[in-house]
C-alpha cells in the first residue's frame, strides 16, 4: 500500500512522541516506512518495530498539518494489525483478554440496573428531533453522570433521547490493539443496535474516540449501510452548536483549561464548539493551553497498556501545562482523556478537578432548576 507521504517533515513538530525524544523511528513518516515494510514483507516486522509502532499515540495530529492527506490513521490501523500478529503468542492473549474486557465493563454495569439514563428520554418543549445516544463500555462503567448529563442537555434542549442497552463497545479499543476483525464485528453490532431503535435524526457521542471510531465505519466496513450510519454521527458538541441555545445556566465562577482531545481535535476536526458551549455558561474564563506538540495528554486505553512510560511521560507534560495555566478546572472531551489527566494531575500533588464540558454544562443547568440541590452545590 503506497501512503503518498513524501517525506517532508512538516508532521515533525506535531507529533508528541518525536518532540519528546526527537528520534526518526518515532515520527509518522518514520512508522510510514516501518509499516509499508510491515505490510509489503512479513518476515522485516522486528521487536524494535514493534515497539516503535507501539509508541505512537494515535494522536492524528500529524492528519491534521499534513499537506498531502496522508490518511495516516488507515495506515496505522494496518501495521499495528500486520505487528499484531508477529508478537508472542502469551502476549497476544493478554491484550486479546483486555479487548474482551473492555466491552464487558459496560454490559455488566447494565445488567446490575444502575445505568442512570433512561431509554427514553422526552424532549422539553418544542421537539427538534429524535437522537440515539452511545452509553458506551467505558462510558457506562465509569463515566455514568456524563451520559446522565448528556441525555438531560439533549433534553433540554429539545430532542427526543433514545438510549439503548446495546451495543456494548463500537470497536475502537479492538482497532487500537491491531484486532480488526472484532472492531470490524463491533461496528456491525453498533449499526444493528441503533438500527433496532427506529429511525432516528443524529446519533449522538460524547466521547472523542468513540465518535472518531463510528464516522469512520463506511471507511472501516466499506457498505452502503456503515456509510449511511457513519453519516448521522455527531460529536454533542457539535450538535449543540448548531441551534440557538434553551438553556438557562447559573454562572460558575470558574478559571477552565481546555484540553483538546485529539480524537475529537484531530480525529473529527472539532475544536471551536466545545469552547463555544462554554462560553454560554456565564462567568466562566477559558484559558487556553499551550498550541506546541504535547496537547495528547498519552492517555488512550490502548496505548497505555501498549507503551506505559510514553504514556506517563506525555501525561506529566501535558499535567505540567496544566497546573502552568493556573486553572481552576480541566475540562475534555473523551474518557481517555479525563481519566489519564486526572492520574496525572493527582501523581503530581495537584487535586484540580478534571471534566468533560457537558458536565459542567449540567451542573449550571442543575444550579438553575435544583438551587438547592446537592449537585449543583459541588
Known sequence: ???????????????????????????????IVMIEAALADAGSVSGPMIAHLDACA???????????????????NLGRAAIERKRPVAERVRRRARVAAQARSGRLRTLSGTDGVEHFTPAQGE?????????????????????VAT?????????????????????ATALAFGEPRTAHRR??????????????????????????AMKNYGRLLGTAQARAFSALVVDVHELLVREPTR??????????????????????????????????????????????AGACCGGGGAYRASAPQASVELGDRQARAIVQAGAQAIVSGDHA????????????????P?????????????????????????
Open 1 to 31: 500500500m503506497e501512503s503518498g507521504c513524501t517525506h517532508c517533515g512538516l508532521c515533525l513538530e506535531s507529533c508528541p512522541t518525536y518532540t519528546l525524544w526527537g528520534r526518526e523511528p518515532d515520527s509518522p513518516r518514520g512508522r
Open 58 to 76: 494515535g494522536c492524528m495530529a500529524c492528519v491534521s498539518v499534513c499537506p498531502e492527506d496522508v490518511q495516516y490513521g488507515d495506515l496505522l
Open 127 to 147: 421537539t427538534r428531533g429524535r437522537v440515539g445516544l452511545l452509553l458506551g463500555c467505558s462510558g457506562r462503567a465509569s463515566f455514568d453522570a456524563l451520559n
Open 151 to 171: 441525555a438531560a442537555l439533549l433534553s433540554a434542549e429539545g430532542y427526543d433521547v433514545i438510549a439503548p442497552s446495546r451495543p456494548d463497545c463500537c470497536g
Open 187 to 212: 461496528a456491525q453490532d453498533t449499526i444493528a443496535a441503533f438500527a433496532a431503535i427506529g429511525g432516528v435524526d443524529h446519533i449522538v457521542v460524547n466521547a472523542g474516540t468513540c465518535g472518531a
Open 247 to 292: 438553556l438557562t445556566l447559573t454562572p460558575l465562577a470558574l478559571r477552565v483549561a481546555v484540553h483538546d482531545a485529539c480524537q475529537l481535535k484531530h480525529g473529527q476536526g472539532i475544536s471551536a464548539a466545545v469552547r463555544e458551549l462554554l462560553r454560554r455558561i456565564p462567568g466562566v474564563e477559558l484559558l487556553e493551553l499551550p498550541a506546541a
Open 337 to 352: 482523556c479525563l481519566r489519564q489527566l486526572t492520574e496525572r494531575l493527582r501523581a503530581g500533588g495537584h487535586e484540580i
Open 354 to 378: 478534571v471534566r468533560h464540558p457537558l458536565e459542567l454544562l449540567h451542573r449550571a443547568l442543575a444550579a438553575t432548576l435544583e438551587p438547592a440541590s446537592s449537585e449543583a452545590s459541588q
